[in-house]
């Protein structure tokens, strides 16, 4: 049974920092793609970031290019997304998502096959 589960996320000001963490089981990392999806009040949900099982290569939507980190830790099974410089319009819900014996590029076009139940950034002054 694949679960994934996130934490972190919250309340943070302009210009801060914020770290979200996907606990994933039930599935074999190696060979999946992995990431984390958002959705902001009244807008479609969209894929922020991914990191590669196979070569652990990541990918990221061009807003976040350079603020964001995603990394991942097999031996834990977790995958971390380190936010920084955030901004107002990183608001959003976000979602761990994975798609299994599959690249990035598949987890972003054709969507997930699995969901973590969604954390709340609010980046706010």
């Known amino acids: 049974q694949v679960q994934l589960v996130g934490s972190g996320g919250g309340l943070v000001q302009p210009g801060g920092s914020l770290r979200l963490s996907c606990a994933a089981s039930?599935?074999?990392?190696?060979?999946?793609?992995i990431g984390w999806f958002r959705q902001a009040p009244g807008k479609e949900r969209e894929g922020v970031s991914c990191i590669s099982g196979r070569d652990g290569s990541p990918y990221y939507v061009d807003s976040v290019k350079g603020r964001f980190t995603i990394s991942r830790d097999n031996a834990e099974n977790t995958v971390t997304l380190q936010m920084n410089s955030l901004k107002p319009e990183d608001t959003a819900i976000y979602y761990c998502?994975?798609?299994?014996?599959?690249?990035?590029?598949?987890?972003?076009?054709?969507?997930?096959?699995?969901w973590g139940k969604g954390n709340a950034v609010n980046v706010s002054s």
């Open positions: 039930g599935f074999t990392m190696a060979t999946s793609a």
């Open positions: 998502a994975v798609r299994t014996v599959s690249r990035c590029l598949a987890l972003f076009f054709h969507g997930a096959e699995f």
